[in-house]
């Protein structure tokens, strides 16, 4: 059984940094990518940040040159780093693992979410 968990979310007032950790356990062959996602209360979960396997990045408009999203130092696991941080960021963060094999097959996977608040 594939999880993903996710740590170091919290409350961390504007123009603050945090960083976001997820690591996957399980049997796993192979990860095509590891994003994060973010859901606001009231609106839709929207992508913030892409890695694939070839190590290729995308990001949300919203937060170019403010987050940075890379791999983590254990295997299957990344980091997901965020300064000049804004009220907007506010949300829930969830970290997914798309194309995962395993013994299972292909499939995607989703953290439980942790929750990031920036005060004004």
């Known amino acids: 059984q594939v999880q993903l968990v996710e740590s170091g979310g919290g409350l961390v007032q504007a123009g603050g940094s945090l960083r976001l950790s997820c690591a996957a356990s399980?049997?796993?062959?192979?990860?095509?990518?590891m994003a994060w996602y973010r859901q606001a209360p009231g609106s839709q979960r929207e992508l913030v940040a892409i890695l694939s396997s070839s190590g290729s990045t995308n990001y949300a408009d919203s937060v170019k040159g403010r987050f940075t999203i890379s791999r983590g130092s254990a295997k299957n696991s990344v980091y997901l780093q965020m300064i000049s941080l804004k009220p907007e960021d506010t949300a829930v963060y969830y970290c997914?693992?798309?194309?995962?094999?395993?013994?299972?097959?292909?499939?995607?996977?989703w953290g439980q979410g942790t929750q990031v608040t920036v005060s004004s």
């Open positions: 399980g049997s796993i062959y192979s990860i095509g990518a």
């Open positions: 997914n693992a798309e194309r995962v094999l395993s013994p299972r097959g292909v499939g995607a996977y």
